[in-house]
Protein backbone atom coordinates (compact mmCIF):
# COMPACT_ATOMS: atom_id res chain seq x y z
CA UNK A 1 0.00 0.00 0.00
CA UNK A 2 0.99 3.44 -0.82
CA UNK A 3 -0.43 6.68 0.44
CA UNK A 4 0.00 10.21 -1.36
CA UNK A 5 -0.39 12.95 1.47
CA UNK A 6 -0.68 16.43 0.10
CA UNK A 7 -0.48 19.93 1.87
CA UNK A 8 -0.06 23.30 1.55
CA UNK A 9 -3.03 24.47 -0.25
CA UNK A 10 -5.56 27.36 0.76
CA UNK A 11 -6.71 30.81 -0.53
CA UNK A 12 -4.24 34.31 -1.84
CA UNK A 13 -4.95 36.96 -3.97
CA UNK A 14 -4.13 37.29 -7.25
CA UNK A 15 -0.60 37.76 -7.81
CA UNK A 16 0.47 36.14 -4.44
CA UNK A 17 2.65 32.98 -3.93
CA UNK A 18 1.61 29.31 -2.61
CA UNK A 19 3.67 26.18 -2.09
CA UNK A 20 2.29 22.77 -2.08
CA UNK A 21 3.88 19.47 -0.59
CA UNK A 22 3.24 16.09 -1.44
CA UNK A 23 4.96 12.95 0.81
CA UNK A 24 4.44 9.36 -0.43
CA UNK A 25 4.68 6.77 1.92
CA UNK A 26 3.73 2.67 1.92
CA UNK A 27 5.72 -0.24 0.12
CA UNK A 28 7.83 2.48 -1.92
CA UNK A 29 11.07 0.80 -3.99
CA UNK A 30 11.05 3.97 -6.11
CA UNK A 31 9.02 6.21 -7.59
CA UNK A 32 9.45 6.95 -11.31
CA UNK A 33 7.63 10.01 -11.73
CA UNK A 34 5.73 12.36 -9.47
CA UNK A 35 3.39 15.34 -10.51
CA UNK A 36 0.53 17.60 -9.84
CA UNK A 37 -2.47 17.79 -11.52
CA UNK A 38 -5.58 20.17 -11.01
CA UNK A 39 -9.32 20.17 -11.40
CA UNK A 40 -11.67 23.26 -11.37
CA UNK A 41 -15.25 23.07 -11.34
CA UNK A 42 -16.59 21.41 -14.63
CA UNK A 43 -13.62 21.04 -16.04
CA UNK A 44 -11.39 18.15 -16.50
CA UNK A 45 -8.65 16.95 -14.58
CA UNK A 46 -4.94 19.08 -16.22
CA UNK A 47 -1.78 18.21 -15.76
CA UNK A 48 0.24 20.79 -14.18
CA UNK A 49 3.78 19.44 -14.11
CA UNK A 50 5.43 16.63 -13.72
CA UNK A 51 8.96 15.61 -12.32
CA UNK A 52 10.94 12.36 -13.38
CA UNK A 53 13.30 10.45 -11.51
CA UNK A 54 16.22 11.73 -12.81
CA UNK A 55 15.36 15.51 -12.53
CA UNK A 56 13.77 16.06 -15.89
CA UNK A 57 10.27 18.76 -15.07
CA UNK A 58 7.16 19.61 -17.42
CA UNK A 59 4.91 21.56 -17.10
CA UNK A 60 1.37 23.01 -18.42
CA UNK A 61 1.78 25.94 -21.10
CA UNK A 62 -0.39 27.83 -18.81
CA UNK A 63 1.79 27.68 -15.46
CA UNK A 64 5.67 27.82 -17.60
CA UNK A 65 7.57 30.69 -15.74
CA UNK A 66 5.58 30.99 -12.68
CA UNK A 67 5.36 27.55 -11.36
CA UNK A 68 8.43 24.83 -10.13
CA UNK A 69 8.17 21.49 -9.22
CA UNK A 70 10.70 20.08 -7.68
CA UNK A 71 11.22 16.33 -5.54
CA UNK A 72 13.53 14.76 -3.15
CA UNK A 73 14.28 11.11 -4.03
CA UNK A 74 15.56 10.46 -0.82
CA UNK A 75 12.20 11.34 1.43
CA UNK A 76 9.98 10.34 -1.58
CA UNK A 77 8.43 14.21 -1.56
CA UNK A 78 7.48 16.46 -4.34
CA UNK A 79 6.77 19.96 -4.06
CA UNK A 80 5.10 22.83 -6.69
CA UNK A 81 6.19 26.36 -5.75
CA UNK A 82 3.34 28.44 -7.15
CA UNK A 83 4.17 32.32 -8.01
CA UNK A 84 2.30 35.17 -9.62
CA UNK A 85 -1.00 32.92 -9.04
CA UNK A 86 -4.15 34.04 -10.78
CA UNK A 87 -7.57 33.49 -10.48
CA UNK A 88 -7.87 30.91 -13.38
CA UNK A 89 -5.18 28.96 -11.14
CA UNK A 90 -8.01 28.21 -9.15
CA UNK A 91 -8.33 24.56 -8.17
CA UNK A 92 -7.99 21.04 -6.39
CA UNK A 93 -4.17 20.03 -6.87
CA UNK A 94 -3.69 16.41 -6.74
CA UNK A 95 -0.48 14.73 -6.69
CA UNK A 96 0.45 12.04 -8.46
CA UNK A 97 3.60 9.51 -8.18
CA UNK A 98 4.19 6.21 -10.41
CA UNK A 99 5.35 4.60 -7.61
CA UNK A 100 7.29 0.84 -8.08
CA UNK A 101 6.46 -1.13 -5.05
CA UNK A 102 8.67 -3.96 -3.13
CA UNK A 103 6.70 -6.13 -5.62
CA UNK A 104 8.71 -5.05 -8.28
CA UNK A 105 5.45 -3.68 -10.21
CA UNK A 106 4.36 0.30 -11.32
CA UNK A 107 1.23 1.53 -9.79
CA UNK A 108 0.12 4.94 -10.55
CA UNK A 109 -0.93 6.49 -6.83
CA UNK A 110 -3.40 9.89 -6.32
CA UNK A 111 -3.41 12.27 -3.48
CA UNK A 112 -6.87 13.18 -1.97
CA UNK A 113 -6.22 16.77 -3.48
CA UNK A 114 -5.98 19.90 -1.82
CA UNK A 115 -8.14 23.12 -2.59
CA UNK A 116 -6.36 26.57 -3.97
CA UNK A 117 -8.27 29.32 -4.49
CA UNK A 118 -6.59 32.72 -6.00
CA UNK A 119 -9.27 35.73 -5.34
CA UNK A 120 -9.21 38.82 -7.71
Known amino acids: QVQLVESGGGLVQAGGSLRLSCAAS????????MGWYRQAPGKQRELVAT???????DYADSVKGRFTISRDNAKNTADLQMNSLKPEDTAVYYC??????????????WGQGTQVTVSS
Open 51 to 57: IRLGGRA
Open 96 to 109: NARVVTTSLKEFNY
Open 26 to 33: GTILGINA
